[in-house]
T-cell receptor, first 114, second 116 residues
Framework: DTGVSQDPRHKITKRGQNVTFRCDPI?????LYWYRQTLGQGPEFLTY????????KSRLLSDRFSAERPKGSFSTLEIQRTEQGDSAMYLC????????????FGAGSRLTVL | GDSVTQMEGPVTLSEEAFLTINCTYT??????LFWYVQYPGEGLQLLLK?????DKGSNKGFEATYRKETTSFHLEKGSVQVSDSAVYFC???????????????FGQGTILTVHP
């Protein structure tokens, strides 16, 4: 078990470009979460999946954001037409069905929008 | 909605000092409460948790007791070490019967620096 993996760890992009982040959860975990963390703040919930179904999306998740988990394993978070305000750390976490509220986090993907 | 409030930081202590980081929450029902720690350059790690009133979570010398009457979950350690320097986050998850079960609401974090 290698834990939750996120890729890339750091992405620098220009405003208006699209970016995609990937998350590989712990293999036996059926729940997968995306959070966003800005400097000096705690993580904020964005969305979560149970298997391949996206069960909840935060109001923070504008139409420019889309997340998928097509086969119930890895997940991608895409941001279209990036804005400077999107600069943040994007965290992925996973949990098992038995311990759904015990989340294991990845190291995060840091996005810098110039 | 659910919310978590942590004491404002940063907190700076000398090695072997006593640590308290205050955390209070607002939630309906019976949430589970957590402390996560984030070391420099690393991801969030679960430090300890408590799932019902009066439960005490403990790990690596850290403790926190779920106090429903005061809606608090303060983190304590009797003797801190330099290696405890990190950012500490208090968090809650809605109760098992609710839609927010498994979805964590975090406080803003408290930076702890321990000097030799």
């Amino acid at each position: 078990d290698t834990g939750v993996s996120q890729d890339p760890r750091h992405k620098i992009t220009k405003r208006g470009q699209n970016v995609t982040f990937r998350c590989d959860p712990i293999s036996e975990h059926n729940r997968l979460y995306w959070y966003r963390q800005t400097l000096g703040q705690g993580p904020e919930f964005l969305t979560y999946f149970q298997n391949e179904a996206q069960l909840e999306k935060s109001r923070l998740l504008s139409d420019r954001f889309s997340a998928e988990r097509p086969k119930g394993s890895f997940s991608t978070l895409e941001i279209q037409r990036t804005e400077q305000g999107d600069s943040a750390m994007y965290l992925c976490a996973s949990s098992s069905f038995i311990a759904a509220n015990v989340l294991t986090f990845g190291a995060g993907s840091r996005l810098t929008v110039l | 909605g659910d919310s978590v409030t942590q004491m404002e930081g940063p907190v700076t202590l000398s090695e072997e000092a006593f640590l308290t980081i205050n955390c209070t929450y607002t939630a309906t029902g019976y949430p589970s409460l957590f402390w996560y720690v984030q070391y420099p350059g690393e991801g969030l790690q679960l430090l300890l948790k408590a799932t019902k009133a009066d439960d005490k979570g403990s790990n690596k010398g850290f403790e926190a007791t779920y106090r429903k009457e005061t809606t608090s979950f303060h983190l304590e350690k009797g003797s801190v070490q330099v290696s405890d320097s990190a950012v500490y986050f208090c968090a809650l998850s809605g109760d098992a019967g609710g839609t927010s079960y498994g979805k964590l609401t975090f406080g803003q974090g408290t930076i702890l620096t321990v000097h030799p």
